[in-house]
């Protein structure tokens, strides 16, 4: 069907909520009034209002590739204001514990890198690669020098007050400021974790937050990443997806503070 997508020249433009997974969608559907269901090719969209201010709650299924095109989709379709990726991620940080949040200052690839020149039968040292940043789209990211840095999606200021403001309705664990790793890979090697950590900064990972925010960026949409640990193998906690119903609610409040503080843009980005 064709949706109730928004004009980009309406008085208010929605704010877009995404999450790859029903356990990180269910509660933000929930919460919306009037809800519509939107399907888009092989995506889904719920469109409604939040306290009077449009919603979007888009689910972007798992995955880099996935979360790209799902932004990409939302972007075109319904001409947000901003774009919040917000779900579960698993601990870099050993101080951070499960049903922590982590509000992204920054968001990173830790998906691209030029691996170190090794001969056959040396191994693979992961202290050896070099990050690429693929936005530097002159040359060959793995042969220029210049394209060796992690390239860093900052969290939008207005987006990361907000979060400030609701950080006090977040009862379940504690709120931080941090950066978020993505990746189409499941790290589970304590010593590459570690790595990533010191040498990034990264307080937790997912797959899906970097590429949604490097399609923003281009596409001049403010965004930020919102992630609860539902694990965190640095310090043994295991798996909990029950951390991904609070931290919706966390979102939400955070998409009130936004929307009443008039940082909901109202022309087209």
């Known amino acids: 069907p064709a949706g109730n997508t928004a004009s980009p020249d309406t008085a208010e433009r929605p704010i877009v909520i995404q999450g790859a997974m029903p356990v990180e969608t269910e509660t933000l559907v929930a919460a919306l009034d009037h809800p519509e269901e939107v399907h888009v090719q092989g995506w889904t969209f719920w469109s409604g209002t939040v306290a009077g201010h449009p919603v979007v709650v888009s689910r972007s299924l798992k995955g880099m590739t996935n979360a790209a095109a799902a932004t990409a989709l939302a972007i075109e379709r319904f001409h947000p204001a901003a774009i919040i990726n917000q779900g579960t991620a698993g601990g870099h940080d050993p101080a951070l ?13 830790i998906g691209a890198f030029k691996t170190g020149a090794r001969a056959e ?22 042969q220029d020098p210049s394209a060796w840095v992690m390239h860093k999606f900052p969290g939008d200021a207005g987006l990361l007050a907000a979060a400030a403001a609701a950080k006090a309705s977040y009862t379940a ?69 029950t951390v991904a119903g609070p931290c919706q609610q966390y979102v939400l409040a955070l998409v009130r503070a936004y929307a009443e503080h008039g940082q909901v843009g109202t022309t087209k980005r």
Do not use: C, K
Not at 176 to 193: A, F, Y
Not at 202 to 209: D, I, N, P, V
């Open 121 to 142: 039968g040396a191994g693979t040292d992961f202290a050896t690669w070099y990050p690429m940043d693929l936005l530097r789209t002159e040359g060959s990211a793995g």
């Open 173 to 241: 664990g504690h709120v931080v400021e941090g950066v978020i790793g993505s990746s189409d890979v499941w790290n589970s090697e304590l010593d590459r974790i570690a790595r990533m950590h010191t040498a990034f900064g990264t307080s937790a990972e997912e797959m899906e937050a970097a590429s949604a925010a490097q399609v923003a960026e281009l596409s001049h949409v403010p965004f930020l990443a919102v992630r609860v640990l539902s694990n965190n193998i640095t310090n043994g906690e295991p798996y909990n997806t």
């Open 97 to 109: 514990h499960t049903a922590d949040i982590v509000v992204g200052t920054t968001v990173v690839n």
